[in-house]
């Protein structure tokens, strides 16, 4: 199929590539032209791993081209996916979908009666049937238009791309639907589940899915809080909890609470929309899932006076700025959190971060950002893990021992042997635990 994809971000370039690595003739356009230079030349404006490598084979099959505007063949394309971003309005908890709605007029011109939009894009409800009406508007006949939410991670996008959990396919109309299951034909011949739905269900499917897996997140670092004041183990708890198969281990990991360009902003999508119908429960549910995790950033600056009493003037050593492993990405990122509040209240921070560096430089010149380790331990009075980098466990504490002015430990996420460190001579406090 000819198809195209607009917005070349963390999910329209991961979609377009993998697109083209079905087989699809792929147009993507782009805004930003910096963007398209870059991705001309076979280069990526972000990590995500193996993403450089479908690019590649997708740009040297000659089945992907970018474009800053529409080129005149997407008057041919038969999909048409909406991959832009929808950010937390400026004005409250709403997502903003003012992108969407460009998107969609530009489009207009270049639809045909058969072809469909296929949004991708999380957004409010009600919005596909306004990106339905402004088509028709614009065209002056009913155009169709698919809502089809992605769940990918980053980290894992372009393997979740290839073979999602599932397939949600909101619409109006049969012949749409049919389309956009013969574009998936590949992935769902690899046996992925399709849920047919109308708008609103998409729509809604989508914030809820990332609203339970923040409330689940928030649900075991609650416990966390209890276990800490009486003596339990967390991590043992998840354990347990995990083995049956009905609430499931995934996660279960307590520590800093969630970050990055979805969760926070997806429940308090949510937790809008709660409110905007008159459902308080969800909406009180998700404000306490909310706090919650706000909650777990206070408690490493109440571990950190513990460690060294007043924080002024003291060397903090965050290791991690990426609000997850595997990713460059520090929106929302819960270990800058932590950086903001340990630099707000007089501690000189260093962040250490393997990838996500150039981000913190840019975004965050106030902070003094390394990528190795040892450059961020030297003189460090206290020493937090943020991100769960596998690489920290590589961490040698003896030689970590050596650089440091005191060997002060926070684990804010669980990736080193508290014991192995201990052992060491390094105080050591971590989250979930008394
Ligand atoms: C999330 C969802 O998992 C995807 O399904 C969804 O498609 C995506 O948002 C989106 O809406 O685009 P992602 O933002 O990549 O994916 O991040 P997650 O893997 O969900 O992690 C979110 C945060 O939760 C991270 O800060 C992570 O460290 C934290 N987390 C995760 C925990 O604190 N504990 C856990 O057990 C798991």
Redesign the pocket.
């Known amino acids: 199929m000819l198809i195209s994809v607009i917005g070349l971000g ?2 329209g370039l991961v979609h377009a590539a993998v697109m083209a690595k079905y087989g699809h003739h792929v147009l993507a356009v782009e805004s930003s032209s910096a963007r398209v230079d870059l991705l001309k030349r076979g280069e990526l404006p972000f990590y995500e791993p193996n993403l450089d490598l479908v690019l590649l084979e997708a740009i040297e099959s000659g089945r992907i081209t970018f474009h800053n505007e529409h080129p005149e063949e997407s008057k041919q394309a038969q999909l048409h996916f909406i991959c832009v971003g929808t950010p937390q309005s400026a004005q409250g908890e709403q997502a903003d979908t003012s992108y969407v709605f460009d998107a969609a007029s530009k489009l207009a011109q270049f639809m045909s009666p058969k072809s469909v939009v296929v949004g991708k894009s ?1 957004v409010p409800i009600g919005t596909a049937r306004g990106v339905s009406d402004l088509l028709e508007n614009l065209t002056g006949s009913k155009r169709h238009v698919v809502w089809n ?9 372009v393997a ?1 791309t290839m073979r999602p959990d599932r397939i949600v396919l909101g619409s109006e109309s049969k012949d749409a639907e049919a389309l956009v299951l013969e574009g998936y034909k590949q992935i769902i011949d690899l046996g992925v589940p399709v849920v047919s739905c109308d708008f609103q269900t998409a729509e809604l499917v ?1 914030v809820s ?2 609203a339970f ?2 409330t ?2 928030s649900f ?2 609650a416990v966390a809080e209890v276990a800490e004041n009486t003596g339990a183990n967390t991590e043992l708890i998840a354990e347990a909890l995990g083995l049956d198969d009905r609430i499931g281990r ?14 926070p902003k ?1 429940s308090r999508s949510m937790k809008h929309i709660a409110e905007q119908v008159g459902a308080p429960g969800l909406a009180n549910l998700l404000s306490s899932v909310e706090a919650i995790n706000v909650g777990r950033k206070e408690r490493i600056l109440e571990l950190a006076k513990q460690q060294v009493g007043d924080l002024t003037g003291k060397r903090v050593a965050v290791l991690g700025a990426a ?3 595997n ?1 460059d ?1 520090i929106r ?3 270990a800058i959190d932590i950086a903001q509040r340990f630099h707000h209240a007089g501690a000189s921070v260093v962040i250490q971060d393997e990838m996500a560096i150039e981000n913190v430089v840019r975004e965050l010149p106030h902070f003094d950002a390394v990528v190795s380790p040892d450059e961020a331990l030297a003189q460090a009075d206290l020493v937090v893990i943020a ?2 980098w596998r690489s920290y466990a590589q961490i040698d504490p003896s030689e970590a021992g050596k650089l440091v002015s005191h060997k002060n430990l926070i684990l804010a ?1 669980k990736v080193v042997d508290e014991k192995l460190w201990q052992g060491h001579g390094w105080n050591v406090k971590a989250l979930g635990r008394s």
């Not at 279960?252 to 990055?260: A, E, F, S």
Request: aromatic fraction near 8%; include cysteine.
């Open positions: 963390r999910l999380t939410p992605e769940f990918l991670r980053e980290g894992h996008a979740d989508k899915a990332n897996l923040a689940k997140i075991i670092n995934k996660f279960l990991n307590n520590g800093l609470g969630y970050g990055g360009g979805c969760l997806d609000f997850k492993p990713t990405d929302d990122s819960p991100t769960e996420r």
